[in-house]
C-alpha cells in the first residue's frame, strides 16, 4: 500500500506540534530532507515512517494521510474524482 501526506493537514499537525522538518527528523532519526520529501510527496514513505512521523507529532495517521489504490497512478485517480 502506498501513501501519501496531506501537505495542508501534516502542516497543521506540525505547527500545532511546534515542530519544523528538522524536529521532526530528529524526532524519528531521518534526515531533514528525507522527511521533507515524505512530506511534500516526493517519496511514497513505508507504514513505518507514517507511523513515526504522526507519533512524533501526535497525531493519528488517518488524520494527516491518503491511502493511495495499489496500482492506481494518481493522474487517473485525480480524473475519477473530478468526475464525481
Avoid: N, W
Amino acid at each position: 500500500m502506498q501513501y501519501k501526506f496531506i501537505p495542508a493537514k501534516i502542516g497543521a499537525a506540525m505547527v500545532d506540534a511546534g515542530m519544523d522538518i528538522p524536529d521532526v527528523a530528529r524526532a524519528v532519526d531521518m534526515t531533514a530532507a528525507g522527511v521533507s520529501a515524505a512530506i511534500h510527496g516526493k517519496t511514497s514513505p513505508k507504514a513505518a515512517t507514517v507511523k513515526k512521523i504522526c507519533d512524533a507529532l501526535g497525531v493519528v495517521p488517518s488524520t494527516v494521510v491518503e491511502i493511495l489504490e495499489e496500482g492506481t497512478p494518481r493522474r487517473a485517480r485525480k480524473r475519477k474524482q473530478e468526475k464525481e
